[in-house]
Structures are given as structure tokens and as C-alpha cells.
């Protein structure tokens, strides 16, 4: 079974002369443990299509499955838990908590979610990540491809079967940028979590194992490169 299949999603913005489709009947599947980077010009739909995967927004029509689960015909509640749990979300600006440390950030979906951190995982984290000493750190005691290694640690610490990186490396220097996609690739490999990548570089897509290209709202190639 796949871990992720979407089935002719649409995303409308707006009503009449205004409309904009965001996404016009897109299809594809994602095989459990695969990393997909996802390519395409500024406004194409590849954010809107990354953030309809994670339950951040809601599509017009269509279907998304995650792991045989019909995303959009959990109740809010359920849909909630869906998102703490199933998927982690990494951003290109962090969108760290300024008053918390990495610790505190990196443990706040768990907390959130009203469980216990598993101290374990955390630790082996830390070290994959790099942030070792670091851990009583403010963001703004961080470098910029720290406080992305942070959010990295947020993103995965709740185990989550499906991780979700929007122009991971956007706001990062070519030596930074390698490094956290070498990070994202290890946890790929290490904890077989499914990864999917929204980007506009070339160079980070060729880290990918398969590429999905979107122009308008529509898939125009879909290509296992290795």
C-alpha cells in the first residue's frame, strides 16, 4: 500500500473573475519510505499542494490518503491529531518559538499533544543534528542553519511517518544548504520516514530520488532519477 495517494485534488482561491486554481486534478502516489522532491516556478501550486498533504489546508475536491487514512474525512479533532502525529513540517524560516531553547522547541508538538518526550530520541537527535552544547540556546544565539537543524529536530521528534520540508534550504548558504539536505536525506535513511521536498533549486531536487515537476496547478513529469 502506499503511504501517500492523492486522487484529482483541486484548490480554487477566490470566486468568479478572481478565481485562481491553485491546483487543477493532480494525481500521484508515494511509496512508504521514498524521498520525492517536488519542483516548479513561483506560484505553480507546489506549497498549496505540500500544505493540503500535511492537513494545513483544506482541498475544493479530490482525495488524500496518508498511510490508507482519508485525510479530509477525519473530523477536526481527528484531523488535529493528524497533524502532530503523522506529519512533520519544516519551513524555510524556522518559525522557531524566540523564547524558547532548543529543547523547549524542539519537544513542543509532543508537549502539545499531552505525551510524555521520549528523552532517548531526543538525545539521538540532538547529536544527529549537530546541537550538541546547544541546547539551552535561544534562536537568536543560533546561526541560521542551526535554528533550520532545530526545526529539522522539531519535525521529527514525534516519529512521524510522513516529513514535509517547503524550501528547506531557501534562506540558507551553499554550505548550510548541503548540510541539511544531507540531515533530511540520514533521517530518510535512518528512520525510513517518507520525505517530500518542495523546491525551486535544482541542485537540492538532485539530491531526491524521484521528481515531480508542477506548472499551473498540473503535474507535467513525474521521473525516477535513481
Known amino acids: 500500500m502506499s503511504m501517500i495517494q492523492v486522487e484529482n485534488l483541486c484548490k480554487t482561491y ?18 512508504k519510505g521514498e524521498f520525492i522532491a517536488i519542483t ?37 479533532e481527528k484531523l488535529a491529531i493528524f497533524r502532530r502525529r503523522e506529519v512533520g513540517l519544516i519551513y524555510q524560516f524556522y518559525n522557531l518559538i524566540p523564547v524558547f531553547d532548543v529543547v523547549e522547541n ?27 552544547g546547544r541546547e539551552k540556546h535561544l534562536p537568536n544565539q543560533l546561526s541560521g542553519g542551526q535554528q533550520q537543524r532545530v526545526s529539522i529536530g522539531r519535525a521529527l521528534m514525534n ?15 551553499s554550505k548550510n544548504s548541503q548540510e541539511i539536505l544531507e540531515l533530511l536525506r540520514t533521517s530518510n535513511e535512518r528512520y525510513h520516514q517518507t520525505l517530500i521536498v518542495i523546491t525551486h533549486d535544482e541542485n537540492v531536487a538532485l539530491q531526491a530520488k524521484r521528481i515531480i515537476s508542477i506548472e499551473d496547478g498540473q503535474i507535467v513529469r513525474d521521473e525516477v532519477i535513481r
Do not use: C, W
Open 40 to 76: 516548479g516556478p513561483s506560484g505553480s501550486g507546489k506549497s498549496t499542494l505540500l500544505h493540503i498533504l500535511g492537513g494545513v489546508d483544506t482541498p475544493s475536491e479530490g482525495k488524500v490518503y496518508v498511510d490508507g487514512i482519508d485525510v479530509y474525512a477525519q473530523n477536526e
Open 159 to 173: 516519529a512521524p511517518a510522513v516529513v514535509l520540508a517547503d524550501e528547506p534550504t531557501g534562506n540558507l548558504d
Open 14 to 31: 477566490g470566486e468568479g473573475e478572481n478565481q485562481v486554481k491553485a491546483l487543477d486534478h493532480v494525481s500521484f502516489s508515494v511509496e
Open 106 to 132: 524542539m519537544t513542543l508538538p509532543v508537549l502539545m499533544d499531552h505525551r510524555k518526550v521520549n528523552e532517548e530520541r531526543l538525545k539521538e537527535l540532538i547529536q544527529l543534528l549537530g546541537l550538541k
